[in-house]
């Protein structure tokens, strides 16, 4: 990914699964599944609730939940890479 490129559209697909597409015409499939259930902090954590995992939204380009509770860098998701550091499976 050489320029800036945005997440235009998220698609809930069903368990913790978003089809996202980018503003170059890429999309993604991303499970978040392993990711929630790898954090041990709680407030990532608390995601693993279907009915608040669903209320995300796109907002200026980002994928976000809340007021920024949960969100992951556009590079990240573009690439189907999420994963933590030894901090985040801590904080926040």
């Known amino acids: 990914m050489n320029s800036i490129v945005n997440?235009?559209?998220?698609n809930y697909l069903g368990g913790y699964s978003?089809?996202?597409e980018f503003g170059d015409g890429m999309r993604q499939k991303v499970n978040f599944e392993p990711f929630l259930k790898k954090s041990l902090?709680?407030?990532?954590?608390?995601y693993l609730n279907?009915?608040?995992?669903t209320q995300f939204r796109v907002e200026y380009g980002?994928?976000?939940?809340?007021?920024?509770?949960?969100c992951f860098p556009v590079k990240d998701l573009y690439a189907n890479q999420i994963?933590?550091?030894?901090?985040?499976l801590i904080a926040a």
């Open 41 to 46: 902090h709680p407030e990532i954590r608390a």
């Open 62 to 70: 980002d994928l976000v939940w809340g007021d920024y509770e949960l």
């Open 50 to 53: 279907q009915d608040k995992f």
């Open 18 to 20: 978003i089809e996202l």
């Open 7 to 10: 997440i235009i559209q998220a």
């Open 83 to 88: 994963c933590h550091s030894n901090a985040d």
